[in-house]
């Protein structure tokens, strides 16, 4: 079984600043992945960053990077230069490699409001 | 460009109504999924299939039925609606393979009263 958390209900960020959302995760699985999805009001679900437990490297996609630490289970995302349309929760789920139950383990989520 | 389409998007019922959440893709996937999404929570899962003819429980599943007669659709059968099923629902599909990418439709509003 994979628990997700993410402690910290609601965060605030300054246009054009740096935020940093958190998330820990437990799994007994050896291969996983872990996802970062944004969800704006519309609740659309939208894919932000991936990574994939085996790399060692954090992965990146434009604004956004993760800070993956795998002996501590954490997976937190940076945001650079902080939008307007970055308002949103955002969820971390994990997934296993899919050989069995394909499913996403999400947490609570947070929620992100960005100051104009 | 269509990928996971979702119907309808809103549903009023009574308790005790069944309906069907229909979810269709276009990119010949052989994952899907169905969620829920609850206020303040996070997605959970409610059933899932591998490949046409194959289904399987999430941890949700109480109260829903689902059915894999093709690879394009994947429909979510609420038996008897209660008011505990007010909730958005969520239809995904992947590839087959590790770590694909999720794709996830708009999502459908379901309120039971």
């Known amino acids: 079984a994979q628990t997700v958390t993410q402690s910290q209900p609601e965060m605030s960020v300054q246009e054009a600043e740096t935020v940093t959302l958190s998330c820990t995760y437990d799994?007994?699985?050896?291969?996983?992945?872990l996802f970062w999805y944004k969800q704006p009001p519309s609740r659309q679900m939208i894919l932000v960053i991936r990574q994939e437990a085996y790399k060692q490297q954090n992965a990146t996609e434009n604004r956004f990077s993760v800070n993956f630490q795998k002996a501590a289970k954490s997976f937190s995302l940076k945001i650079s230069d902080s939008q307007l349309g970055d308002a949103a929760m955002y969820f971390c789920?994990?997934?296993?490699?899919?050989?069995?139950?394909?499913?996403?383990?999400f947490g609570k989520g947070t929620h992100l409001i960005i100051q104009p | 460009n269509a990928g996971v389409t979702q119907t309808p998007k809103f549903q009023v019922l009574k308790t005790g109504q069944s309906m069907t959440l229909q979810c269709a893709q276009d990119m010949n996937h052989e994952y899907m999924s169905w969620y829920r999404q609850d206020p303040g929570m996070g997605l959970r899962l409610i059933h899932y299939?591998?490949?046409?003819?194959?289904?399987d429980q999430g941890e949700v599943p109480n109260g829903y039925n689902v059915s894999r007669s093709t690879t394009e659709d994947f429909p979510l059968r609420l038996l008897s609606a209660a008011p505990s099923q007010t909730s958005v629902y969520f239809c995904?599909?992947?590839?087959?393979?590790?770590?694909?990418?999720?794709?996830f439709g708009e999502g459908s509003w379901l309120t039971v009263v």
């Open positions: 789920p994990s997934g296993n490699s899919g050989g069995g139950a394909d499913g996403l383990t």
């Open positions: 995904a599909s992947r590839n087959r393979g590790p770590g694909n990418t999720i794709y």
């Open positions: 799994t007994s699985e050896s291969d996983y992945y």
């Open positions: 299939s591998v490949g046409a003819g194959i289904t």
